[in-house]
């Protein structure tokens, strides 16, 4: 397996492992599935993030704001995930699901991923729960391993960036992974196999999300993925 594919997989595994779909890899649930991802070449999402600027505000979600290149990732992702069942995708216009076009669903999903990480924060709030400092220790650590699995910080972060990820991004949704699993854990207990509660939780994640107010400061439809 070369660099490339090996941070795809694990770019792909932060973000699948955050937020619901997190509880299967936590819960040791039967529905946790293996995906393949493609590697791409090094200019795959060059033009998708050069169409605006990467610090530019995109989304914002109660206070927090989301910037172009955060909210690229995650179309990244999306796009990777699509074709990774797909094949390449060459007119995102083409309907794919429920009426909704390759390119709809992409957009849609990454939105909705970004609204998720603003519900956790709520549910965090809401429980009482935050990470502490063994938590951010162990995340040094992740990173860490993660470097050294690359060859150096350099080699890392120049595959990261082929799919619109840095350090920052990377390290969140670290953060939000390891929040994700102590909220989850001061709503249900530690997670085991005998007990899943992770439908419970999306329902709550759900929630949480409609009471996050939602600013779209740029029209996003009509990208051309």
């Known amino acids: 397996m070369n660099l490339r594919t090996s941070i795809s997989r694990l770019l792909g595994a932060i973000c699948v492992l955050s937020l619901l779909t997190c509880l299967f890899s936590l819960t ?31 989304l914002k979600l109660d206070d927090k704001t989301i910037t172009w290149q955060e909210y690229c990732y995650y179309i990244a992702y999306h796009v990777a995930f699509v074709e990774s069942s797909n094949g390449t995708v060459t007119d995102w216009n083409k309907t794919m699901i429920d009426d909704k076009t390759f390119g709809q669903y992409v957009l849609e999903n990454a939105e909705k991923w970004v ?42 972060l120049e595959d990261m960036s082929t799919y619109c ?39 709550q994640l759900d929630a949480w999300a409609k009471t996050v107010k939602v600013e779209r400061l740029e029209d996003l439809s009509g990208l051309d993925l």
């Open 115 to 156: 609204l998720y990480d603003a519900a956790l924060e709520k549910g965090a709030a809401e429980q009482g729960v935050s990470l502490d400092a063994k938590d951010e220790k162990e995340i040094e650590t992740q990173w860490n391993d993660a470097v050294k699995a690359a060859g150096s910080e350099e080699a890392l």
């Open 28 to 58: 040791g649930c039967s529905k946790k599935t293996e995906t393949t991802y493609q590697p791409i070449e090094s200019d795959r999402y060059a033009k998708l993030l050069a169409l605006h600027d990467q610090a530019e505000p995109v």
């Open 165 to 203: 990820c840095n350090k920052p991004l990377y390290l969140s949704m670290l953060r939000t992974r390891a929040l994700s699993a102590k909220v989850y854990a001061a709503m249900y207990g530690e997670p085991s196999e005998d007990e899943d509660n992770s439908t419970a939780f999306e329902e």
